[in-house]
């Protein structure tokens, strides 16, 4: 029994997770897939923590990592923090192919956060934004899904400094 209520809770935790305008596609929810060397899953602590090799798949969404936690309140997931791969790149990753209302999204850090209620992403160390053909990187940076809104900050360094790359198009000129 209570494996039964683990198993319900963690695929409850995943519907509620990838309902969100990202992980959907035409408001439907998609399979899921997680894949993972270690799965703990708390119903009471409302957290559930993926770790070794974590690949986390829905349709266009994918996001790779040595370890995903998903927090959740009454049953819906609020955030999701992917930390570091092991990879030589050493950096978490999160893909969304392009779909109707979004253009592609390609995010890697040491620490993705996902705040999933304000769809927002928040990519710690070594961050890199990729939208479209434009590219962001810096130590840290936020980006506002829904509102197209990022803020870019540099290191502690003063080497240290925002880089962008924006490629203009036919349909947003600068």
Known sequence: MIRYNCLRCLALTAIFWFSSPLGADNGQPMPINIQADQAIVSE???LSTYSGNVRITQGPLQINADEVQLTSLDNTVTTIVATGRASS??????????????????ASAETIEYEVSQEKLILSGNAT???GQDRYRGDK????VTRGIFK???GDSP????????N???????
Do not use: C, K, W
């Open 44 to 46: 009471l602590e409302g």
């Open 89 to 106: 790149s050493g950096l978490a990753s999160f893909t969304q192919a392009p779909s109707q209302n979004l253009e592609s999204i390609r």
């Open 152 to 154: 870019l900050e540099s």
């Open 159 to 166: 080497s240290d400094r925002v880089n962008l790359t924006i």
């Open 168 to 174: 203009p198009n036919s349909d947003n000129p600068l």
């Open 141 to 144: 940076l936020s980006y506002d």
């Open 129 to 131: 934004l990729e939208l």
